[in-house]
């Protein structure tokens, strides 16, 4: 099929402003099949620096309002399409970071938005049910047809909840409930049990580096930044050390799986102390790729391992994909990498998913009402958009798009870092789920802010990596565009 | 002006098929103005016992999803309207619940349909952004007339959150954050400090009853009921005694005065005893109407008086208005009530704001960023539904319609209770914020069931009560026809 991207120009790319800044076109798509050419944008246009006068002015404004430290800039998302971003001062850039990995396909969708103008959904829109008590006709099918046709291997059961927080919260608590009944040998509290429900501890085991959230009982398992747990007290849960893997890892085979014993060993001695302590480990929580604590990847050896220990010791074991899950790696889950009969007792997702929530096996199923519950628990009107998303996932055959992107992306950053050793090491990825660590974290920052300037928005994580979030309508032709601006920024690096 | 309502008969209160049932007409409405006569359905209409066949159905399919045994029917929310939801076996009943007090001005109001079917805010419902890094254009105009238009006294700045416990998270850390950075004179963290955070003890303390949520930091402050607690790992916080007052208010003023005292005394001993141990309060946190808890109010000087204990020993005070919180106590929040200067240093809501949040004294700002984020920190979407939520309110003067409806509601109350003073006592509320207490647990579920099969869906509360949830859209005609089904319940009952 012809493409309208067969050549992609550096003037096209960077947007007239900045084009006095391209030297060259190295990269150039060949095979990209632009199936998204009727609504996205074909380059970034850039205007003026980023934030420019407009964002400046708005964040200022905020600042009166709320904490505005965080905020890069403002956005019009009324302009935003696809794969790109359009600021307040008109900006237009190549998202390479989708608001922290949670546009599953891209701006203004015109399947989403057809649902939005649907009169027929009118509804879901404004009257927002008590789900746990009160559900609309549609939403058992909408189950059906949406979060259950993604349903991890084993898991036949899905719990509905609003954000990747309250997701994994929840999915501790059912751990906790689960853990204890079998504990019991009955659903039926004692009295005891009722009245000191204080003196019950159980912990979960999470590991270094980990992030699974900032709401207490997520944060007591999240160890990525000191920021984000300075002042607020924690539960003493044991944390195990994450591998510290050398990348590619298919290079350093023999020192990885060392190194993944050792984590293997310690994780079991840890569960074992914590029982000796009274403080059971009711669950286990991990990442498959570790995201905001730097990308840090493990074989599926490990986590096959891993999960063994977990069920050794009657620990449940569960996979948070809050930001891996919804087809970034290639395969709709990222523990399917994995290729495990029995991957998990509960997994976890929010994010792309535009719903929270939590998938788990049968026998995990509280056995009262009220134990896993809240006012909202979720939103139906998020499950309309999941199930379009899902439609134009298995339609356009996304996932195996993104298979052939990631290659192309990750292939990309090999070049590059063995162009720039001084500054680039470990590219390492999964589909479009990559990274690639800068040799400072000034270095780093710096690097992500050029690049924003010159049309490209990329996102940090760790102490030094970059990572790369597209969403899963990213082609090769994107891939491209991030290269030639990524690369003339390197090799204009004093 | 005319009202359509001015008689209402009960046939027409109860449905063609309960008529029979009806033996008399004793409360009529004549002041009604129906403002949303056009939209509102004129009274209930039951065609089968609730749940009904349908409802059954879906209710033992979803049970192969999650657990369902909370479920009380399926909705039609497309043919719900106003005051009345519409079951999935065409069983129309009058809301006195409304999703456990989450709709502000009914269902399906003409205002809230318009906002969803613009085709000016389609992108706000398909792009939901990371609201901390890239909020959109138009967001500090949609907090400058939206939620701060209804800031609570003194407190300049709001946190835009997305659910009632990630509200009261998120406020529990912003109070850790800024009690330590008091204690430190600086908001710059030792290495110390960074290095152990596990180290770093506070707590918050609360109240006897309370509920303020059921993620792990809001559910260790949660006190309402043992199965929302049982197994799951909570703190070691200080839980002070909710006072326990005799009904109605403004005849027990002695005792309960002499209750409030000692509840005040020991929660100050408690600050001070927390102190002791190494675990500082670093905040109070109450509810103005403990809810969930079984509608227990407290006096104005109660909380007046909380209020300064709390800031004589560096405490700040959090009033969770979650549930009490939009309109319905016939103020937009419940602490107006108090006629305080200087109510709170904190003000959670949710529910009825159709997104969560907290509004926050300048001093409670957080110093850095990523201290109190999260990938969406609310929903933009909601923001524009809340906007029109608030013109509507003002529109329609509802505030004051809320205080003549529940005032209708309270006397019919009180009736009640002098004619059925064995079956019924406790009769109290602000606004439509109403509750009264049946003698036992299991007569007052069995009314609520048999409310509901005549129409009326009611909520329980605590242990004997019975509470009233209305939107603000709910008028005297509504009240009566409550009134009419429930006391032929009450007559009939043996």
């Known amino acids: 099929m ?38 996205d944008y074909d380059r970034p246009l850039m205007k003026t620096q980023v934030p420019g006068p407009r964002s400046k002015e708005l964040t200022k404004q905020m600042g009166q309002i709320q904490n505005n430290t965080a905020i890069n800039f403002f ?6 399409r696809g794969n790109f971003l359009v600021d307040v001062d008109g900006n237009r850039m190549l998202d390479v970071y989708t608001q922290i990995a949670s546009i599953p396909i891209g701006y203004n969708h015109p399947a989403l938005l057809k649902v939005v103008s649907d009169p027929n959904n009118a509804s879901a829109f404004v009257n927002r049910p008590a789900l746990g008590i009160l559900p609309p006709e549609s939403f058992v099918d909408k189950l059906t047809e949406g979060l259950l046709t993604v349903a991890p291997k084993g898991l036949n059961r899905v719990q509905n909840m609003a954000c990747g927080s309250c997701s994994n919260e929840n999915a501790y608590k059912a751990m906790f409930i689960w853990y204890r009944n079998k504990e019991r040998g009955t659903s039926i509290p004692s009295d005891a049990d009722l009245s000191s429900c204080m003196i019950n501890q159980l912990s979960i085991l999470s590991f270094s580096g980990a992030f699974h959230g900032r709401t207490m009982g997520c944060l007591a398992t999240t160890h990525s930044k000191p920021i984000h747990k300075l002042d607020v007290p924690s539960f003493d849960w044991p944390i ?36 000796h302590k009274g403080m059971p480990v009711a669950g286990v929580v991990i990442e498959p790729i570790q995201a905001e604590g730097g990308d840090n990847h493990a074989s599926a050896a490990f986590f096959i391992s891993l999960r063994k220990i977990a069920s ?24 399917e990498h994995w290729g495990a009969e029995d991957p998990a007792d509960i997994v976890s997702f929010s994010k ?92 780093r920052d710096k690097l992500i802010l050029q690049a924003r300037d010159n049309g490209v928005i990329l996102g940090g994580c760790g102490d030094l990596s970059i990572r790369f979030r597209p969403a899963l309508i990213f082609k090769e032709h994107h891939v491209h565009m991030f290269l030639n601006v990524f690369s003339d920024l390197l090799a204009a690096h004093k």
Chains 1, 2 share one sequence.
């Open 2 to 39: 012809p493409s309208r991207h067969v050549w992609i120009g550096r003037k096209a790319m960077c947007g007239e402003a900045h084009a006095h800044r391209c030297k060259s076109c190295r990269y150039v798509s060949k095979a990209a099949v632009n199936t998204q050419a009727d609504y």
């Open 75 to 80: 956005c019009n998302y009324e302009e935003s």
């Open 240 to 275: 195990a050390p994450f591998p510290r893997l050398q990348y590619p890892l298919d290079e350093h085979v023999r020192e990885n799986a060392q190194e993944e014993a050792r984590c293997l060993e310690e994780t079991e001695d840890l569960i074992v102390k914590w029982r």
């Open 312 to 335: 050794k010791h009657g620990c449940a074991f569960h996979v948070d994909e809050v930001q891996t899950g919804g087809g970034a790696t290639g395969r709709f889950w990222a523990h």
């Open 352 to 443: 792309k998913l535009l719903t929270g929530g939590f998938f788990y096996r049968d026998e995990m199923e509280t056995d009262k009402p009220y134990r896993i519950f809240n006012t909202w628990m979720g939103d139906p009107s998020k499950n309309l958009l999941l199930a379009e998303v899902l439609n134009v996932i298995r339609q356009e055959n996304l996932l195996a798009e993104v298979t052939r992107t990631g290659k192309a992306l990750l292939g990309g950053l090999y070049e590059l870092q063995a162009k720039y050793p001084n500054l680039l090491s470990r590219a390492r990825g999964q589909g479009t789920f990559c990274a690639i660590d800068v040799c400072k974290a000034s270095v």
